[in-house]
């Protein structure tokens, strides 16, 4: 199972809006609705952000959003704050009952 | 506090073996599935293994079929993966993860991680 495909790396300036794309095929993204994400500050433990493809866990903020369309997921973080600062990793359940992580996007907050 | 912790990580020469156990507590530990994820050292998160929650279903990933085991005691809330035939690819970070009952794929709760390192 190849790792779903992530930009290395985006960036955006305090307040504004960017979006991290997850590209997988037909066998993950493109046939369930089970993609996750995951923020993972220097150091520490990932942390779920986005499950299901839209749903936030509580305590999650609303500037978080997810969404799908065909075999790509996205994630976008609006009034981006310095904190926000982190690598995100997107998941999928797959046709083989496993599950497939991407290579991950550092966000880098200008 | 829901928490999980790991432990057995340290350094092994290749062919050889390890346990990883992973403490559950906060939550009724036998109502999850659980699941190992590794991180190699500056490199993304990678999928090993799942369990449900009585244990009746198990999942690999290729990389590791044959050679990892993963199991449970839900009387001592413990999650454990064997490790086996260890390579130097398998250095990495290992996670304890909890995933979300009714939706798959959900990791709520990580541990800490336990570092093992595939040496000679």
């Known amino acids: 199972q190849s790792a779903l495909t992530q930009p290395p790396s985006v960036s955006g300036s305090p307040g504004q809006s960017v979006t991290i794309s997850c590209t997988g095929t037909?066998?993950?993204?493109?046939?369930?609705?089970?993609v996750s994400w995951y923020q993972q500050p220097p150091g520490t433990a990932p942390k779920l952000m986005i499950y299901e493809v839209s749903n936030r866990p509580s305590g999650v903020p609303d500037r978080f959003s997810g969404s799908k369309s065909g075999n790509t997921a996205s994630l976008t973080i609006s009034g981006l704050q310095a904190e926000d600062e982190a690598d995100y990793y997107c998941?999928?359940?797959?046709?083989?009952?496993?599950?497939?992580f991407g290579g991950g996007t550092k966000l880098t907050v200008l | 506090e829901v928490q999980l912790v790991e432990s057995g990580g340290g350094l092994v020469q290749p062919g050889g073996s390890l346990r990883l156990s992973c403490a559950a507590s906060?939550?009724?530990?036998?109502?999850?599935?659980m699941h190992w994820v590794r991180q190699a050292p500056g490199k993304g998160l990678v999928w090993v293994s799942r369990?449900?929650?009585?244990?009746?279903?198990?999942t690999y990933a290729d990389s590791v079929k044959g050679r990892f085991t993963i199991s449970r005691d839900n009387a001592k809330n413990t999650l454990f993966l064997q490790m086996n035939s260890l390579r130097a690819d398998d250095t990495a970070v290992y996670f304890c993860?909890?995933?979300?009952?009714?939706?798959?794929?959900?990791?709520?709760?990580w541990g800490q991680g336990t570092m093992v390192t595939v040496s000679s």
């Open positions: 906060g939550f009724t530990f036998s109502n999850y599935w």
């Open positions: 998941s999928s359940y797959t046709s083989s009952s496993t599950f497939v």
């Open positions: 037909s066998s993950d993204i493109g046939s369930y609705n089970r």
């Open positions: 369990i449900n929650s009585d244990e009746s279903t198990t």
């Open positions: 993860v909890r995933a979300l009952v009714n939706a798959w794929g959900a990791f709520d709760i």
